[in-house]
């Protein structure tokens, strides 16, 4: 049986005349075979990002004194909705704030914790969070650590000891330092950072590709000796501005590094400066690009090896963020973005980016998860839930198994950065019997009907619709005021034809049961 929540619209001047517009026939097909699948996916590509910069840990997840924090100063409000974003892996302490960090300052009783001149972001840091606080946190949140060594500012040695410290079981004098703070064993952290953004003039410790590359792979060596379990990214290139060859970078960083390290870094942020609603919503096909450009450049790297070694991708850093920038972005409340309906949208289609790579991007942490340019923003007295909140928390939440190979049939516009953009944006997993299709509808203000086909499958029972929309593409949340959230409801589908009207301006998911 089809199933169909359709809806008769106009062609208008603003957007092209779709042929399936009050005609018997949808305007797009997603066609899906379940037995072709990229790849697992990784429960690590819904990471999320806390660095000391604003009011992102000293005021967002960490607020000593706050009646809404507990006895170790720990926001409760804004743990519980971080949990209920299914954090996989929290990176931590940067970020650029990383490039002059010593971790030995963020040790011992708080109140002897020494207060130093922060010098990424232009304030002074009071240490009082450092390598416990955040552990205790990322347990607290059940997830996993990944933590950035400075190789800015640090030295081999301080990368190695912090591993030491952190992960050695043996009786030395840094374990038993570890100890004295309070803590008997090890917590094994497995993911770990050579250094964040190493390529870009603005990072503290910057160096040329080779200089990088050569050094970092000291490091590496000194950490792996310490703990030869743990996972090294090794930091690729971020500058993507005029002049830059990140493609160069990224294949010298390699030939350094292709031995030691098991990912490498990806960072990307897109906005909405020329206010272009169509051009913006096809940002995640600079994303898909760059993905693959440096897929290729990985390939070249490791091919013809035969110890059958792998590297992926680690987008360690990625979100929207655009109006919150320039010279005067620097101290306490800094870099706090207020999105909207459409950049909610644009994430939904970076995460769809995230899952059609499954076989090459194994991390993602968006950058960053409170106050600063993230999804929950908080004061004195309580938080709100960003816009682009209700995205991450359906994909983290539901899309499991392999990454399925969609062939998606949809209408195409123009833009001043891409020639041919399909309205229709998707991605599709299948865990089990269990099917779950992420689509954006790029049109602002027509809906689109699609048939989901499958090829070798058929729908069984209830179809779970969940929609992330608002009122228009520019709403947005606020203190008390949630114009942009996620509405559910339930169709029924049997037969291998569900056939579905995506309204505009809009993500949803679609999760099914199939015979």
Not at 235 to 248: K, L, Q, R, T, V
Request: proline share 4%; net charge neutral; with cysteine.
């Amino acid at each position: 049986m089809e199933v169909t929540r359709r809806a008769v619209f106009a062609a208008s001047a603003s957007a092209p005349f779709l042929m399936g517009a009050g005609s018997a026939g949808p305007d797009a097909t997603i066609r899906i075979d379940t037995g072709r699948t990229r790849g697992p996916i990784d429960r690590k590509v819904f990471g999320n990002f806390i660095e000391h910069l604003g009011r992102c840990i000293d005021g967002g997840v960490f607020q000593e004194g706050s009646p809404l924090s507990d006895s170790e100063g720990f926001r409760k409000d804004v743990l519980a909705a971080a949990k209920n974003l299914d954090v996989s892996l929290l990176r931590w302490p940067g970020g650029n704030f990383s490039s002059n960090y010593d971790w030995m300052d963020g040790i011992g009783p708080r109140n002897q914790r020494p207060r130093r001149l922060e010098m990424a972001w232009g304030t002074v840091e009071n240490n009082r969070f450092g390598t416990h606080e955040f552990l205790d946190y990322v347990a607290k949140l059940g997830a996993e650590p990944y933590i950035c060594a400075n190789l800015g500012t640090g030295t081999w040695t301080m990368a190695q000891r912090w591993v030491e410290y952190i992960n050695c079981d043996q009786d030395t004098a840094i374990t038993r330092l570890r100890k004295k703070n309070g803590r008997e064993k090890p917590w094994k952290v497995k993911y770990w950072g050579l250094g964040n953004e190493m390529d870009g003039p603005w990072q503290m410790g910057h160096r040329s590709a080779e200089d990088y590359g050569k050094f970092a792979r000291e490091a590496a060596k000194l950490m792996r000796l310490t703990d030869p379990d743990i996972k090294l990214v090794a930091a690729g290139a971020a500058n993507f501005g005029p002049g830059s060859d990140w493609i160069a970078w990224n294949r010298t960083v390699l030939h350094y590094l292709k031995d030691y390290a098991d990912y490498i870094s990806l960072h990307l942020y897109v906005g909405n400066p020329k206010n272009d609603f169509g051009d913006f919503l096809a940002s995640s096909l600079d994303l898909d690009q760059r993905i693959e450009a440096l897929s290729g450049v990985i390939d070249a790297a490791m091919a013809g090896r035969q110890d059958g070694r792998k590297m992926y991708i680690a987008l360690d850093e990625w979100n929207v963020w655009y109006r919150a920038r320039g010279p005067k972005q620097r101290g306490r409340d800094i870099l706090e973005e207020h999105y909207n309906l459409e950049d909610a949208l644009v994430v939904a289609t970076f995460l769809n980016s995230i899952i059609n790579h499954a076989d090459v991007v194994k991390i993602g942490n968006l950058a960053q998860m409170v106050n600063v340019i993230a999804p929950i923003f908080t004061n004195d007295h309580g938080l709100y839930l960003q816009t682009i909140y209700y995205p991450l928390q359906l994909f983290a939440g539901n899309v499991r198994g392999d990454s399925l190979k969609l062939d998606v049939n949809a209408p195409t516009y123009k833009s001043p950065r891409f020639d041919s953009i399909p309205y229709i944006d998707a991605s599709g997993a299948l865990d089990g019997n269990t099917l779950v299709v992420n689509v954006v509808n790029r049109h602002l203000d027509q809906p689109i009907s699609v048939a989901v086909a499958l090829e070798n499958r058929s729908f069984a029972g209830p179809v779970k619709v969940s929609e992330v929309n608002g009122p228009d593409n520019k709403a947005q949340n606020d203190f008390g005021k949630t114009l942009v959230k996620t509405t559910t409801n339930s169709v029924t589908a049997s037969g291998n034809t569900l056939t579905y009207s995506f309204a505009p301006h809009s993500y949803t998911q679609i999760k099914a049961t199939l015979a």
